[in-house]
């Protein structure tokens, strides 16, 4: 599977997150599976995203788009860091 980690830092995360539940259509379109927030421990505005889908081409295209460029300017997303990484094991211990 492959995934995308999202790093960055935001003006304020409820209207960060309110973005994200809103763009749930765009990201299924995009066929991302699953997604996981993170905050940074004490630092509720710097946020990690992390998302598994069908594939980086999907999910680059999502990304790069105008649209979701313009959701990022608007829910106060500053300087995100894709990484693209390929899943190669996963458990519970």
Excluded at 4 to 31: C, F, M, P
Excluded at 60 to 76: C, H, M, T
């Amino acid at each position: 599977m492959d995934c995308v980690l999202i790093i960055h830092e935001v003006e304020g995360y409820s209207q960060w997150k309110r973005g994200l539940d809103n763009a749930t259509a765009l990201r299924k379109d995009a066929e991302a599976l699953e997604y996981q927030v993170l905050q940074y421990a004490g630092e509720s505005n710097r946020v990690v995203h992390f998302s598994k889908g069908e594939s980086h081409a999907k999910a680059k295209l999502f990304f790069e788009s105008k649209d979701v460029q313009r959701i990022r300017d608007e829910i106060g997303v500053k300087r995100p860091e894709f990484i693209y990484l390929t899943e190669t094991e996963s458990g519970v211990l």
